[in-house]
């Protein structure tokens, strides 16, 4: 299993990334998947999940409304969209398989989102 995150960056508050995880290594298409965030020093915060098919979306209340979680199974990318940047939304973000997380999930290396003016 392989996911490699990117999209990442430095954005302004108010501003927009489009984050992206590129899966191979195993079935994509059969398998729901996740988003989650971490900063230095801080814990585990999950962001957004989706099931196999994209169908049955969730997020956590930190981020419902300003972010779209979505997948292009045929090209085995998961998608997550973030608006309305905030400082607070600095971290680490990686893909995971599963929705819910669970400890059998696979991660990427993640990719850093840093919102500042």
């Known amino acids: 299993v392989q996911l490699v995150e990117s999209g990442g960056g430095l954005a302004q508050p108010g501003g927009s990334l489009r984050l992206s995880c590129a899966a191979s290594?195993?079935?994509?298409?059969?398998?729901?998947m996740s988003w989650a965030r971490q900063a230095t020093g801080k814990g585990l915060e999950w962001v957004s999940g989706?099931?196999?098919?994209?169908?049955?979306?969730d997020y956590a209340d930190s981020v419902k409304g300003r972010c779209t979680l979505s997948r292009e199974n045929a090209k085995n990318t998961l998608y997550l969209q973030m608006n309305s940047l905030q400082p607070g939304d600095t971290d680490l973000y990686s893909c995971?398989?599963?929705?819910?997380?669970?400890?059998?999930?696979?991660w990427g290396q993640g990719t850093q989102v840093t919102v500042s003016s």
């Open positions: 995971a398989t599963g929705a819910p997380l669970n400890r059998y999930a696979s």
């Open positions: 290594g195993f079935t994509f298409s059969s398998y729901a």
């Open positions: 989706l099931d196999y098919d994209g169908v049955l979306t």
